[in-house]
């Protein structure tokens, strides 16, 4: 699925900038059929909007008008027939910045957001158009969204380290991008906050771990002083030996960080594992 009906109409205001491909090519009817079909895809027409696009494509062989198909398909939720239609545009200009990003959508909508960012990143990731950066972070977004687990009732839970990396990976990018989508950027913040949190370090149970490791380095002490009195150094060896290990076996069995504790909690529920 797409994160937002935004992320299939927002591309169309490149239409008019010729370096990204304008509409100017057929017959006259033809551009009247497709400029009233984006018109009315942009106000969430479907159906007219597709007949549009037809009528176009009928008179004429232009991109634009099979990625405005593609486009009220992938609406729709079809993203492999609209896959169809994007890469028959593609056909006709493979150059073309719509059909990319139509192409990237589909990629979303298939739950392959990660190799849709890297894909729009590899093309477009130093362009400072607004929509652009716009896809880049919305595509960013549903990274995040789809590389986390989650469980039987929609909660996205970080499940392991790769999912942690990633995350704050996606978020600091979405802020860094700068779009003027707010929500993007609130998600983003939220997610950077999430894997911060999540990174933060818990004893767990506290009680029992922190009495154990008062024992262990107690009896570390113990034989390094009882080894000063009697002048042994293989005693205050193992003291110092039998502390550390100890200290350490405490640390590795009862220190979790944040995430790996909700998970834990979470996992009987998760559904779906995420990457």
Not at 118 to 127: I, K, T
Not at 166 to 171: G, M, N
Not at 188 to 213: D, F, M, N, T, Y
Not at 224 to 241: D, E, P, R, Y
Request: glycine share 8%.
């Amino acid at each position: 699925m797409l994160r937002t009906w935004q992320d299939i109409t927002a591309k169309w205001r490149l239409v008019t900038d010729s370096d990204h491909g304008v509409d100017d090519t057929g017959p006259v009817a033809a551009r009247q059929f497709a400029a009233a079909a984006r018109a009315e895809l942009v106000a969430g027409r479907l159906d007219a909007a597709v007949a549009g696009f037809e009528e176009a494509a009928a008179l004429r062989a232009h991109p634009l008008d099979q990625v405005g198909i593609g486009d009220v398909l992938l609406a729709r939720g079809h993203w492999r027939t609209a896959a169809g239609h994007y890469r028959a545009a593609a056909e006709m200009d493979p150059d073309n910045v719509l059909v990319a990003l139509g192409l990237s959508q589909v990629m979303v909508a298939a739950g392959e957001a990660e190799r849709a960012a890297e894909e729009l990143e590899r093309r477009f990731g130093d362009s400072a158009d607004p929509v652009l950066r716009y896809y880049l972070a919305s595509t960013w977004t549903s990274v995040g969204d789809q590389v986390r687990a989650a469980t039987d009732d929609e909660v996205l839970v970080i499940a392991n380290e790769h999912q942690l990396r990633l995350c704050e990976h996606a978020a600091t990018r979405v802020l860094a991008l700068d779009v003027e989508d707010h929500e993007l950027r609130r998600g983003a913040e939220r997610l950077l906050a999430e894997v911060r949190s999540g990174r933060r370090w818990q004893w767990k149970p506290e009680g029992i771990a922190v009495s154990l490791a008062v024992l262990a380095v107690s009896l570390g002490l113990t034989l390094v002083a009882v080894g000063g009195i009697t002048g042994s150094a293989l005693v205050v060896a193992a003291g110092i030996v039998a502390g550390s290990g100890l200290l350490y076996l405490i640390v590795v069995r009862f220190r979790r960080q944040v995430w790996e504790q909700r998970a834990a909690v979470l996992a009987d529920r998760i559904v779906r594992p995420g990457a």
